[in-house]
């Protein structure tokens, strides 16, 4: 069965940093475009940062020059590092799978929680 694994939330000060990490399982991961979504309180799921299989990568304006999101194929791993971290970045942090290919395959990781708060 397919698996992404995320790790790393927790609380932080505003100013400070986190790095999460998503370990992925039952995929060909070098083949997935992978993603980082963010939810808060009566919100909707939004992009925060997403990188495809050669590498190129795209950030939500909100956290551009902040936040960098990278891959380890290897280790099929994905990692957003965020800086700088605001109030506002508070949100359930979602990994995310996409391919498409014959067929669309799209899979979530569980969430994990950043809480940034003095």
């Known amino acids: 069965q397919v698996q992404l694994v995320e790790s790393g939330g927790g609380l932080v000060q505003p100013g400070g940093s986190l790095r999460l990490s998503c370990a992925a399982s039952g995929i060909t991961f070098r083949h997935y475009t992978m993603g980082w979504y963010r939810q808060a309180p009566g919100k909707q799921r939004d992009l925060v940062a997403a990188i495809t299989s050669s590498g190129s990568t795209n950030y939500a304006d909100s956290v551009k020059g902040r936040f960098t999101i990278s891959r380890d194929n290897a280790k099929n791993t994905v990692y957003l590092q965020m800086n700088s971290l605001k109030p506002e970045d508070t949100a359930v942090f979602y990994c995310?799978?996409?391919?498409?290919?014959?067929?669309?395959?799209?899979?979530w990781g569980q969430g994990t929680q950043v809480t940034v708060s003095s």
């Open positions: 995310n799978a996409d391919f498409v290919g014959y067929s669309r395959l799209n899979y």
